[in-house]
């Protein structure tokens, strides 16, 4: 399966980079009677339905047409949602002021507030007021904390 996603990946980028989005992940999974493909795209500005509706649309012609999947499927097309993990160094910049939860190489999980991205440098600051700078390439996992 990792040899279709990553060509369903392949047909996926020029399809979003159209659309003004980018590709953060895509994920199948097998269903009773066939797939469920699940691309996850987004924007720097964040993406939309109607945004995540087009993309579907190209995305499911391509398939169709490269006959890449061979048995039915379901294809879903959304934004990350805010659940997820960031993957991409690019889905910071739009969640600068937002509290994050970061486990990263080398210390111990942070609880912080992001304030600044430059360059791979990503500047937290804990609520105790220290600022932690960490670098993109150290991060093993980092999620936005939910404010409820």
Known sequence: MTEIREKIKELLHPIAE???AFVVDVAIRNERGGKLIQAF????KGIT???CAGISRELARALDQTNLVQTSYRLEVSSPGIDKPIRMLRQYQKNVGRRFKVTYQGADPLLATLKNVNGEQLEFQTEAGQFVSIDFSKIIESKVELPW
Do not use: E, H, L, Q
């Open 18 to 20: 159209a659309s003004g």
């Open 41 to 44: 795209v987004d924007t720097d």
């Open 49 to 51: 339905i109607g945004d």
